[in-house]
């Protein structure tokens, strides 16, 4: 997950693993966006897949340019529900 730097002073970008989700503040001066590029760019050129969630269009237009798959944030927001939902059944099926 990437964030705009939004007040930041840090010269460099910051990150931290949250309950096993990186997340990256972009440094001062450098947007989200820019951050993701630029991730997609070094995971597409290594030849590792890429998936962006974003509903900006320019963004999306970009990743797939450098041969990454995009979902919206619409998506995104759906496959995480349903995610929750099939694990809250599991847990269900196996405390029985």
Same mark, same amino acid.
């Given at each position: ?9 840090? #010269? ?7 309950? %096993?989700?990186? !997340?990256?503040? +972009?440094?001062?001066? =450098? *947007? ?5 590029? #630029? ?7 290594? %030849?590792?897949? !890429?998936?962006? +969630?974003?509903?900006? =269009? *320019? ?38």
């Amino acid at each position: 997950v990437v964030f705009d730097a939004h007040r930041a002073a840090s #010269r460099t970008n910051s990150e931290q693993m949250v309950e %096993g989700v990186r !997340v990256i503040f +972009a440094r001062k001066g =450098h *947007s989200a966006d820019q951050v993701i590029e #630029r991730i997609a760019y070094t995971a597409t050129g290594a %030849g590792d897949m !890429v998936t962006v +969630a974003t509903s900006d =269009h *320019s963004q999306s237009d970009m990743v797939r340019g450098m041969g990454g798959a995009v979902i919206s944030a619409t998506e995104l927001e759906r496959r995480m529900i349903e995610a929750e939902e099939e694990l809250g059944r599991r847990v269900q099926k196996y405390a029985k």
